[in-house]
């Protein structure tokens, strides 16, 4: 399934990787963790997005816990409920339904399969009306230190 990306929005994107990479290496030499990561890179997205809030693992949807029905883990897929999220990056204008890009990232160090991380990047569009969802992956492979081609949702 091909998924239409603004080419600006994905142009930001790849800029606030650009930098992360160039200014922050050292996190995936030393293969941190995810969450610093995230940090790091909404630190440069926000220079991509001024006019945008961007926060990571936000767990708000206005005034209520930020919900999503999932399949339940280990369980049949059609099975399922709604749990608590916390997006690794998320850029929106806070208090309101304008939810521009919802991502999350993955070290090639971490062993859990990408798939529940898809299955939250779909639900947040469908659910929450992001416009956008990215799956990044995070190489700290010594040699390797990179990234891979962004998934788009």
């Not at 994905?10 to 990561?37: G, Y």
């Not at 309101?96 to 999350?104: P, W, Y």
């Not at 299955?119 to 492979?141: C, M, P, R, T």
Request: hydrophobic share 35%; net charge negative.
């Amino acid at each position: 399934m091909t998924v239409h990306i603004d080419s600006d929005i994905e142009a930001k994107l790849h800029q606030a990787i650009s930098e992360l990479l160039n200014r922050d290496d050292h996190l995936l030499q030393f293969d941190v963790n995810e969450r610093t990561i995230s940090h790091q890179l909404a630190f440069h997205l926000k220079r991509e997005f001024p006019d945008w809030d961007v926060d990571c693992e936000y767990n708000r949807n206005h005034d209520d816990i930020k919900r999503l029905k999932l399949p339940r883990e280990k369980v049949d897929s059609d099975d399922t409920f709604a749990q608590t999220v916390f997006p690794d990056i998320i850029i929106h204008h806070r208090g309101t339904d304008e939810n521009l890009i919802v991502i999350e990232i993955k070290k090639s160090s971490n062993p859990q399969s990408p798939k529940r991380d898809f299955q939250k990047l779909n639900a947040f569009k469908s659910q929450l009306g992001y416009q956008h969802a990215a799956f990044i992956k995070f190489n700290v492979d010594e040699g390797k230190i990179g990234v891979e081609p962004i998934s788009w949702v």
